[in-house]
């Protein structure tokens, strides 16, 4: 289970993104972005707003994404396109298609 980087951040984020995605407290946001990580592809790409590289954790049956450092911790959760996925800067999405 990874965790978020703090449980401000994780508040922040639900208060972001947590009601689009249809979950009421952010004990179900969390839950959201745990079985996602159980479930979704990784993959790594480039993140032009902070300048770093993060890993991707993509499901694409529910459009449900979570980003995590390199140190495998939390720093969002949303639904997005799969087109989306595959734009970000240096996504590697594709490479491991079989």
Request: hydrophobic fraction near 30%; glycine fraction near 6%; charged fraction near 30%.
């Amino acid at each position: 289970m990874a965790a978020w980087k703090t449980p401000k951040h994780l508040d922040d984020h639900f208060r972001k993104h947590g009601r689009r995605l249809g979950f009421p407290t952010v004990q179900a946001y969390n839950a959201s972005a745990q079985a996602t990580l159980a479930t979704g592809r990784y993959f790594e790409y480039y993140d032009d707003d902070t300048g770093e590289t993060r890993f991707g954790c993509y499901d694409a049956p529910t459009g449900r994404f979570v980003v995590l450092t390199l140190d495998d911790e939390i720093v969002s959760h949303y639904i997005c396109s799969l087109r989306h996925v595959r734009e970000l800067s240096y996504s590697n999405y594709d490479e491991d298609e079989e």
